[in-house]
């Protein structure tokens, strides 16, 4: 009988206060965060992680002192697992591999190794590619699986922005919030809320930004409310570096001046973590107060929403079916030329 292994990638995030700076040094000291060569990079991961520590560990203290995104994607993985295993005639077994927190892509890999799969399915839960998640994970499972001698052929599944049973189960999440945001639809204007990326991540020729418009314009055709007003934004911006606009803060006074009630949809997020649950709940619904919205409604995130696991599902059943190494969804290059840091740009 066939064994799969499913691999799930996602951040991480501090399991405790004492974790918070040591999480924030393994995010920094990433090479696909920061470029500069090691030594340099370990000194500035230190410097930026020592002196943000405080900062990150009083967001998190707003949500019990710790990420509650591995206990969301733990429950995404048994779920999955629950749809797959044994529905086509073999094993399926779903792991978690965290990038720069517990379970590592070491520790993942060591249980993946001891299951030995027939086939390995890498699939990221970050439905739009970045060099910064998905590629960055992409790397460090492939040293990991070296040094546990795996072999078994692997697929994965690079991007899925446009994936229809996804598309569907964002787009169901955001019209009930529409229809609760405003008696007329008209009046509430739809943000579409990505985490930023610093904006010479982009003109190097990342595609994250193009494939975040992409799953929003797809959300919108998805909707088929021909009067709806929406934008995409974007969040979290850190450090003194220019970033890619518009931001979600900006759209928020915007929105507050026109007299607009907001619906914020967390479009690169599939699960609850700090950037909703404390960014987007707390912090810009504040924001938004002070600038006059009237009424300010946050669309959840997937998490273990059944049309969202059923989709991924999907994925994964379609992935044999796939080359091995890096595809994306229908296995040809999702992102038009010019996008260098496409990981199909040479194929």
């Avoid at 595609?207 to 934004?233: G, H, N, S």
């Avoid at 006059?292 to 992935?319: K, M, N």
């Amino acid at each position: 009988m066939a064994r799969t292994a499913v691999v799930l990638f996602n951040l991480g995030g501090p399991d405790g206060p004492g974790a918070v700076r040591p999480f924030l040094f393994n995010l920094f000291n990433d090479p696909a965060i920061i470029g500069a060569p090691a030594p340099i990079r370990w000194l500035i991961a230190r410097l930026i992680s020592t002196r943000r520590a405080p900062v990150a560990r009083a967001i998190y203290a707003n949500i019990g002192g710790k990420s509650p995104l591995l206990d969301y994607t733990l429950e995404q993985a048994h779920a999955l697992e629950a749809v797959l295993d044994g529905k086509g005639g073999g094993v399926v077994r779903v792991f978690v591999a965290m990038r720069y927190w517990h379970p590592f892509a070491d520790e993942a890999a060591r249980e993946v190794a001891a299951f030995e799969p027939d086939r390995i399915v890498l699939l990221p839960l970050y439905p739009q590619f970045s060099t910064t998640t998905s590629g960055s994970s992409f790397s460090d499972w492939s040293r990991a699986a070296r040094a546990e001698g795996i072999h078994a052929p692997s697929t994965g599944v690079c991007c899925w922005f446009r994936e229809p049973g996804y598309v569907s189960a964002q787009a169901r999440l955001v019209r009930h919030a529409i229809e609760k945001a405003a008696t007329d639809p008209a009046r509430a204007r739809l943000l579409f809320s990505a985490h930023g990326l610093p904006k010479k991540i982009v003109e190097r020729g990342d595609p994250y930004q193009w494939q975040i418009e992409q799953t929003a314009a797809a959300i919108v055709e998805a909707l088929a409310m021909p009067e709806l007003d929406w934008r995409v934004c974007y969040q979290s911006r850190v450090g003194p570096l220019e970033w890619i606009g518009p931001s979600t803060e900006g759209e928020i006074a915007a929105a507050g001046a026109e007299g607009r009630s907001l619906v914020v949809m967390p479009i690169a997020f599939v699960s609850e973590h700090s950037e909703t649950l404390v960014e987007l709940d707390i912090e810009y619904r504040k924001l938004a107060g002070e600038a006059g919205v009237p009424l300010y409604v946050r669309v959840p995130a997937l998490c273990s929403d059944a049309g969202f696991i059923e989709a991924l599902a999907g994925i994964v059943r379609t992935a044999p079916a796939r080359k091995t190494g890096l595809a994306s969804l229908d296995g040809a290059r999702g992102c038009p030329a010019g996008f260098a840091g496409c990981p199909l740009a040479v194929s």
